[in-house]
């Protein structure tokens, strides 16, 4: 199965239509010009749908880059 | 299609689940304006479709911690009924209310007078009643979709505090396709005939080793999977969608299970084409699409065996052939989710819809009767009665269906809505004729249809149903016409014959009806004239 990094990596650049290479762990809303606030909340609802996993508003907030959206699904699919 | 989405909160991400709708977005919260300034909005004439897809919760407002009325509803009603009025040209969406499972009256909901639940429904049958009336407004009911997938998963708390954005990714993508199944449904664009497998698909086992009351079939348990499944397409067909079988067995033990079996629901007399025999199944299904004069992309293919299934497949790609599947407690709602809706779906079901079987099962009888005399004589003991009618508002749903579906016998193959149509019987300079047929073995309904443009004296559209061909009525509507257009003082009518990958048998109609052919184009398309004494 693919890692988590990758399925974000996929997911992040499927909804915002970005091509996967232009994507990196430290890719962010800050470094990538379609991630805005709608791109944002696009992605939160993709992830959620995808993992299974409620965001609550902090982690909404919270998650605005690659890396930061893997820690939150990886700790998310340890503790089910 | 091009389509406007007006909301009272975000619903941006919705956009990505459309499949043939081109959905655009209105600024946030502009509803009101949008249906109501439409003379000052330019972007009106950018799109056909206009989906106003409101959050019930907004909406009511106070109302859901009060229990009244809630005015805010039935403000935007009137804005949504004045826009449907000024642009009956556009297709117009719009969602019911289904307010949240838990309210502040709690159990006393369910009785109250002044409950939600009261409050819900009246707000609901208003806009249903819009819909009745206005025939360019769709209703698209949020409930099946709550009750099927629960509040838990649609509603999304976190983002709608956040950012006005009420519904999951779920709840977005079952929301896209109920929409686009809906507006497919209203535009008849549906399949037309249902083609079933025989053992093992409308009851468990094989009747020709188990015998005819040996089956799976009964009134619990496993039978009972199948038996409820034959319940729900004998339900189908009376929505209109044509049943026939193909099956390699022997007749004999097919009539048996027919006639004896007590569990059956569905009985021969159901199907308007049977084909049972040890041809191959597509060798049958091409057999059956002639018998019924209906193209094999208007036919969903049941079947319970992979190896048939993957020879009709790449047989007959046109057929839609479903997996089928694999729990027989699963068939049921497999049905309805995977095969109704997606492909039989409809939204309103007209007169013709209803007898649609007794009619293509008139027609077998009426084609044995032809087989066994010579065609003048056929003609002539059919004993035919046809009827017109001009510009009949009551008609508008069936002269749409009838644009929209006719395929063969078409000669310009223009696909119109309920709102054009209404708009040209409404029209000093069109008239919409409507052909009813009738002869000895039963009435067909209407079966041809022709729309008349007076300012250009010209034949916009003419098209029979594919069922009458060979009855010598075509001429009869031509004559119509005719009068129609010298009541009016012109002297000439012009056609045109556009031609299309299936309208071949309309290609001479013009001709066989004294009409001269003035010039033809490169791409098939013919100009005729005919000049009126």
């Given amino acids: 199965m693919r890692s988590i990094h990758d399925q974000i990596l996929d997911l992040v650049s499927e909804v915002l239509k970005v091509e996967r ?50 820690t939150l699904v990886s700790t998310h699919m340890k503790s089910r | 299609m091009k389509a406007r989405l007006i909301s009272n909160v975000t619903l941006d991400p919705i956009t990505r689940h459309f499949v043939s709708l081109e959905v655009n977005c209105a600024p946030f919260d502009r509803y009101f304006y949008e249906l109501t300034c439409t003379q000052t909005a330019s972007s009106v004439s950018d799109y056909q479709v206009l989906l106003s897809i409101l959050e019930p919760r907004v909406l009511f407002g106070d109302s859901l911690y009060t229990g009244a009325a809630p005015s805010r509803w039935f403000e935007y009603l009137k804005a949504l009924e004045q826009f449907c009025r000024a642009h009956p040209s556009k297709l117009v969406v719009a969602n019911t209310i289904c307010l949240p499972a838990l309210r502040y009256l709690n159990y006393s909901d369910v009785v109250s007078s002044s409950s939600l639940r009261a409050r819900e429904l009246e707000a609901n049958q208003t806009l249903c009643a819009l819909s009745n009336q206005y025939s360019n407004l769709i209703v698209v009911d949020l409930e099946p979709l709550f009750r ?81 499944f034959q319940r729900l397409i004998k339900a189908t067909k009376q929505t209109g969608v044509i049943l026939a079988i193909c099956s390699k067995n022997n007749w004999e033990d097919v009539k048996e299970i027919f006639e004896r079996n007590d569990m059956m629901i569905l009985n021969l007399e159901d199907f308007s084409a049977i084909e049972v025999n040890w041809d191959s199944k597509p060798q049958n299904l091409v057999k059956i699409a002639g018998d019924l004069n209906l193209g094999l992309d208007s036919f969903v293919f049941i079947d319970d065996n992979p190896v048939e299934r993957a020879s009709v497949t790449s047989a007959l790609p046109d057929i ?49 009767v032809a087989t066994n005399l010579n065609p003048a ?5 059919l004993n035919i009665r046809l009827r017109f009618e001009v510009d009949p508002l009551d008609r508008v749903s069936r002269a749409a269906q009838m644009t929209q579906k006719t395929n063969q016998l078409n000669v310009t193959t223009r696909r119109y809505s309920e709102a054009d149509i209404r708009r040209f019987m409404e029209s000093r300079n069109h008239s919409v004729v409507l052909l009813d047929y009738e002869d000895r073995f039963g009435k067909e309904g209407i079966v041809g249809l022709a729309i008349l ?69 490169g791409h098939g398309t013919e100009i005729y004239q005919k000049e009126l004494k």
């Fill in chain 2, 377 to 381: 004589d056929f003609l002539r003991s």
């Fill in chain 2, 453 to 521: 443009d007076y300012s250009k004296g010209e034949i916009d559209s003419l098209l029979f149903s594919c069922r009458v061909i060979g009855r010598g009525v075509e001429a009869q509507l031509l004559t119509k016409v005719e009068s129609l257009f010298r009541s009016r003082g012109l002297s000439k009518i012009g056609a045109t014959f556009i031609s299309t990958s299936k309208n071949a048998p309309a290609k001479k109609l013009f001709s066989e009806n004294n009409f001269t052919l003035v010039s033809a184009s």
């Fill in chain 2, 320 to 368: 839609f052939v479903p997996d089928f599947p694999s729990k027989v407690e699963a068939l049921p709602t497999w049905f309805l989710e995977n095969i109704v809706y997606p492909h039989f779906a409809r939204y309103r079901i007209t007169e013709e819809d209803l007898h649609k079987a007794e009619q293509y099962a008139a027609n077998r009888t009426r084609n044995q």
């Fill in chain 1, 21 to 70: 290479g232009r994507l990196a762990e430290d890719s962010s809303s800050e470094t990538v010009k379609a991630w805005d606030s709608l791109g944002h909340l696009n992605i939160c609802l993709a992830v959620s749908e995808k993992f299974g996993m409620e965001m609550d508003m902090d982690q909404i907030e919270n998650s605005t880059s690659v890396s930061k959206l893997v």
């Fill in chain 2, 148 to 228: 099927k997938f629960g509040e838990d998963r649609l509603l999304a708390p976190a983002l709608w505090y956040l950012a006005r954005i009420p519904f999951s990714e779920c709840m977005f993508r079952e929301l896209a396709k109920s929409i686009e199944q809906a507006i497919a449904a209203y535009l008849n664009q549906s399949r037309k005939v249902l083609v079933l497998d025989l053992d093992n698909t409308l009851w468990g086992g094989i009747v020709g080793e188990d015998g005819p009351r040996g089956v799976v079939l009964s009134e619990d348990g496993r039978g009972r999977c199948y038996r409820d």
